[in-house]
């Protein structure tokens, strides 16, 4: 009984660890533009929180990676990364345009 139970939570757990995984590549194939000056968000704004600070604001043509993505209602929210390594949140069309979705 117990090697069939660990069994089974072993599976359950490779088939949650699989689907997380590829919701990360997937998430990380985005590819976003800085088309305007845009705010890099301390938190995710998907959260909601009462005050979001702004990291320094993201100029145009500014180089960022896109490391995930979660929506809000009516927002897509990027996690991103620069090449001086900051990290934040950005919101598509908020200076951002994404040219090719994962």
């Given amino acids: 009984m117990?090697?069939?139970?660990?069994?089974?939570?072993?599976?359950?757990a490779l088939v949650v660890g699989v689907l997380w995984g590829a919701d990360v590549?997937?998430?990380?194939?985005?590819?976003?533009?800085?088309?305007?000056p845009a705010p890099l968000y301390s938190l995710p704004p998907h959260e909601?929180?009462?005050?979001?600070?702004?990291?320094p604001t993201l100029q145009p043509g500014q180089a960022i990676r896109v490391l995930r993505l979660r929506y809000g209602k009516d927002f897509q929210a990027f996690r991103v990364e620069t090449p001086d390594d900051r990290v934040g949140w950005v919101i598509g069309g908020e200076g951002i345009e994404v040219l090719s979705r994962g």
């Avoid at 117990?2 to 359950?12: E, H």
């Avoid at 590549?25 to 305007?36: F, G, H, K, P």
């Fill in 2 to 12: 117990f090697k069939r139970a660990a069994v089974i939570l072993f599976v359950a």
């Fill in 25 to 36: 590549i997937a998430d990380r194939s985005y590819q976003l533009a800085v088309v305007a």
């Fill in 48 to 55: 909601y929180p009462e005050t979001n600070p702004v990291s």
